[in-house]
């Protein structure tokens, strides 16, 4: 069991807290769906392998399972469409599991597929607190996990033990500040604006609102109208709140804010019925929203991969199961998004993330019969220690990430007595050369070739 610097099981504070209902949980929908849910280092005292190696090769295979809250918007059909393709280059049957929401129904799925010799187990988690039950079924089973967008307050990976492979998510910092920007540019650098934001007190949600906050310091004539509004990632939400705005404010609003795309979506919806003609941009990269930046009527999305997402979960997972070790670094990651656009000249000041042709993104994304990721060649066990490659960039949670103001906001106030992160995610020169392995690893962007 993995312990923290401390010699303090988080594991036993959470069996005590899950009883009594105490566990820290955020109760929101993921930030990366328009309806349903989302969010955002090796072993101290364990069996992890620190030197990261490479295990010992491929198998023959098993079977996988992959637990979501619903398949009704296109973020999570394209999530799923990455993990069935890594899944058939890695030689897995597949299984995905809706929750619909239900954080106990999750649980059961999850137990139900461990009974069952699922090999491997990735997703989402419905809920913050729903990680730690969800991790720990999976080591005590001693089944690979890959967990993405939620994390509960003051848990980590290490905490559960080796099997809770690797927790993942955008930079929602990057991603909102990159957003904005590109919203601010294409107001001309002055304005009004509205911010509807997705739901308080997610991973994603509190990201992205720092990340607006740190670019409207750098462009001071953009106002912003009024306190933001929940859409709680939802297009129905989102028309509601941006109605609200219109009565107050009528032509004065130039800009939108949105959240994730289907907030952007709801938002210029409204506004296209009052012949307002202003801009928006959301995140997620959703088809509805890059078709409408192709037009012109949309000004920006930023991709939150969910192609790549789900075939990251399955890789990473295999080669677990292969024998690979992740390095300590490595347990909690963040990663990169292109920010689409219908000119990319237009936006030639943007250098916190590749910008992207919405029209050719949304061709090698969602138009085309598979996507144009390599998963044997992602994979550390298959293409060898020397030769894998992420075909993403991505860099280590570090401690600033983790605790407030930091990403993940937790909270001093709410840290369990005896409490403290493990030593990894303050380890500077250790996370450096993580940081550095997977710079010099990313040789090949897909989504860039010509």
């Known amino acids: 069991m993995a312990r923290d610097s401390n010699n303090q099981s988080r ?4 069996k005590t807290t899950a009883a009594t209902g105490t566990a820290a949980t955020l109760g929101g929908l993921a930030g990366c769906t328009g309806a349903g849910g989302s969010g955002s280092g090796g072993q101290e005292n364990g069996s992890s392998d620190e030197t990261g190696s490479g295990g010992s090769g491929s198998s023959d295979g098993g079977t996988s399972m992959a637990t979501i809250t619903r398949l009704s918007n296109a973020y999570w059909g394209s999530w799923v469409k990455g993990y069935e393709e890594a899944a058939e280059a890695l030689g897995y049957d597949t299984n995905v599991q ?31 607190s729903g990680v730690p039950p969800l991790a720990e079924a999976c080591v005590d089973a001693g089944v690979p996990l890959v967990m993405l967008w939620t994390i509960d307050k003051w848990y980590t990976p290490q905490d559960a ?16 500040y990159t957003a904005a920007k590109a919203l601010f540019e294409a107001m001309g650098g002055s304005g009004n604006i509205v911010h509807i934001e997705g739901v308080r007190g997610n991973a994603a949600n509190t990201g992205r609102n720092i990340g607006l906050d740190k670019a409207m310091e750098e462009y001071p004539d953009i106002e912003l109208l009024a306190p933001p509004q929940q859409g709680r990632w939802v297009k129905s939400e989102s028309r509601k709140v941006m109605s609200d705005f219109v009565s107050q404010f009528g032509d004065d609003i130039d800009g ?22 202003i801009e928006v941009v959301g995140i997620d990269g959703i088809p509805e929203a890059l078709g409408l930046v192709e037009e012109g009527r949309f000004t920006a999305t930023v991709s939150s991969l969910g192609p790549w997402q789900g075939g990251w979960c399955l890789v990473k997972a295999h080669d677990f199961a292969n024998g690979w070790r992740p390095k300590d670094g490595e347990r909690m990651m963040l990663h990169g998004s292109p920010l689409c656009v219908e000119e990319t000249s237009d936006f030639d000041m943007i250098e916190t993330l ?9 061709e ?17 066990t298959e293409a060898g220690e020397d030769n894998w490659d992420p ?15 930091g990403l993940l906001e937790w ?27 997977y710079a010099d690893h990313f040789q090949n962007n897909p989504l860039t070739q010509s």
């Not at 033990?161 to 909102?176: L, S, T």
């Not at 590749?354 to 029209?359: M, Q, S, T």
């Not at 090698?364 to 550390?380: A, C, R």
């Not at 001093?412 to 007595?417: C, E, G, I, T, V």
């Open 411 to 437: 909270k001093d106030k709410n840290k369990p007595s005896g409490y403290e992160i493990p030593d990894a995610y303050s380890d500077t020169a250790a996370l450096d050369e993580v940081e550095q392995m």
């Open 364 to 380: 090698l994304i969602f138009e085309g019969d598979s996507t144009p990721y390599d998963w044997e060649k992602m994979s550390v």
């Open 11 to 14: 594991r036993k504070f959470l």
């Open 256 to 277: 939108v804010f949105g959240q994730n795309d289907a907030v952007g979506l709801g938002a210029l919806t409204i506004a296209e019925e009052n012949d307002l003609d």
């Open 354 to 362: 590749p910008v992207l042709d919405a029209g050719n993104f949304n």
């Open 161 to 176: 033990g080796d099997e809770f492979v690797q927790f993942f998510m955008p930079n929602a910092i990057n991603n909102g």
């Open 391 to 405: 075909q993403n960039s991505l860099v280590p949670i570090r401690k600033e990430d983790m605790v407030e103001p």
């Open 98 to 128: 809706l929750n619909e929401g239900k954080l106990s129904k999750q649980i059961q799925q999850v137990d139900t597929a461990i009974a069952n010799q699922t090999d491997l187990v990735m997703g989402q988690a419905f809920t913050n």
